[in-house]
């Protein structure tokens, strides 16, 4: 990465398309080596999957919608819905709207889903850069409709240094 000396000013709707994620890559390795920074448009009834990071940390702001947050270590990782998990200190998913934050160091699990019937739009942060990596693997998966190859998912996942709990399901 070349040293970067000025910054970056994006006008709105701008930025690299990361296919059929529903993230546009505002910042990413190229700019910073700090962290990867994309807007998210969650469609309904998407559902990210339980996991969790071994180094990447992330920040999700949401901006319209409601979203299922999970950001915490469960009683018992049952392999269905995450969203019914509690943690020892009784914490329980929370569903966030505009203005909501979660923060997930890594090695915590979390996930999120879009429970209602219209998109969600987050700001997501993660750190490291180069997110976008895996970003875009997942996209192509994502890309033929459908349920997505659960197998391919997890290989990717791997890949990336971030641990399947439940299953990645799409949207409606």
Not at 93 to 116: E, I, K, Q, T
Not at 128 to 151: K, N, V, W
Request: one cysteine or more; glycine letters at 14%; charged letters at 15%.
């Amino acid at each position: 990465m070349a040293a970067m000396t000025d910054g970056l000013v994006l006008p709105p709707g701008s930025g690299r398309l990361m296919g059929a994620s529903g993230m546009t890559l505002k910042v990413g390795a190229e700019h910073s080596a700090r962290w990867s920074v994309f807007e998210a448009v969650v469609g309904p009834g998407f559902d990210v999957g339980a996991h969790f990071h071994d180094e990447a940390e992330e920040l999700f702001y949401v901006l319209d919608g409601e979203l299922d947050l999970l950001a915490f270590e469960p009683t018992v990782r049952t392999s269905g819905n995450w969203q019914s998990w509690q943690s020892e200190s009784g914490q329980k998913v929370a569903r966030g709207g505009p203005g909501s934050l979660m923060y997930v160091p890594a090695g915590c699990p979390h996930g999120f889903a879009n429970p209602g019937t219209a998109p969600a739009r987050m700001l997501f942060l993660a750190a490291p850069a180069g997110h976008e990596h895996y970003i875009m693997e997942i996209a192509g998966i994502l890309e033929g409709g459908g349920p997505p190859d659960q197998q391919a998912v997890a290989e990717v996942r791997s890949r990336h240094g971030i641990h399947q709990l439940t299953q990645m399901v799409p949207g409606r």
